[in-house]
T-cell receptor, first 113, second 114 residues
Framework: KQEVTQIPAALSVPEGENLVLNCSFTDSAIYNLQWFRQDPGKGLTSLLLIQSSQREQTSGRLNASLDKSSGRSTLYIAASQPGDSATYLC????????????FGKGTTLSVSS | DTGVSQDPRHKITKRGQNVTFRCDPISEHNRLYWYRQTLGQGPEFLTYFQNEAQLEKSRLLSDRFSAERPKGSFSTLEIQRTEQGDSAMYLCASITLDSGNTIYFGEGSWLTVV
């Protein structure tokens, strides 16, 4: 059974710092991996999607990497801003069919000004 | 394209009552998902539709839960005889393969059972 773990559960940093959020999964046979952002009481917004054949994806100040063999992904946020404060969720999809995403519990990030 | 819409956003109900949530996916998205999320947890899969066909149901979806997508457009999730443990946010999401596998979530429907 696929399990997704995110460490740390919470993180507080001052504005301007670069930071890394970690995600690990137990079964390396994944179809893709996505990182989401969730603001309090809101839905999820997809940030980056990495296909199983890819090693990384970048969008603006965000960079996500994928190492299938070790069952790990990282989300790197450069030059953090108070507006980055949110919960970041990692999710894996195990095949191309409709099988749902399996989520971690998330990392809650707080960036202070 | 106004995104995935969910209604109501908040619902408070007494234990034992029935509640229904509605989801309007992005138009022409053929796949629609329902998830449940409790505080401090990631979303958990409940059920999934491709067009009007319900193709997969989680073991979390007890017989008190029923979901429909009658015309392959909007979907409803009904919970009968609500229990306090049903208190959660119910999220709807939609996707089409043409979107590069990017899934779009609604803002969620918060349920509080008192």
């Amino acid at each position: 059974k696929q399990e997704v773990t995110q460490i740390p559960a919470a993180l507080s940093v001052p504005e301007g710092e670069n930071l890394v959020l970690n995600c690990s999964f137990t079964d390396s046979a994944i179809y893709n991996l996505q990182w989401f952002r969730q603001d309090p009481g809101k839905g999820l917004t997809s940030l980056l999607l990495i296909q199983s054949s890819q090693r990384e994806q970048t969008s603006g100040r965000l960079n996500a990497s994928l190492d299938k063999s070790s069952g790990r992904s990282t989300l790197y946020i450069a030059a953090s801003q108070p507006g980055d404060s949110a919960t970041y969720l990692c999710a894996v999809k195990t095949n191309q069919a409709g099988t749902a995403l399996i989520f971690g519990k998330g990392t809650t990030l707080s960036v202070s000004s | 394209d106004t995104g995935v819409s969910q209604d109501p956003r908040h619902k408070i109900t007494k234990r034992g009552q029935n509640v229904t949530f509605r989801c309007d996916p992005i138009s022409e998205h053929n796949r629609l998902y329902w998830y449940r999320q409790t505080l401090g947890q990631g979303p958990e899969f409940l059920t999934y539709f491709q067009n009007e066909a319900q193709l997969e149901k989680s073991r979390l979806l007890s017989d008190r839960f029923s979901a429909e997508r009658p015309k392959g457009s909007f979907s409803t999730l009904e919970i009968q005889r609500t229990e306090q443990g049903d208190s959660a946010m119910y999220l709807c999401a939609s996707i089409t393969l043409d979107s590069g596998n990017t899934i779009y979530f609604g803002e969620g429907s918060w349920l509080t059972v008192v």
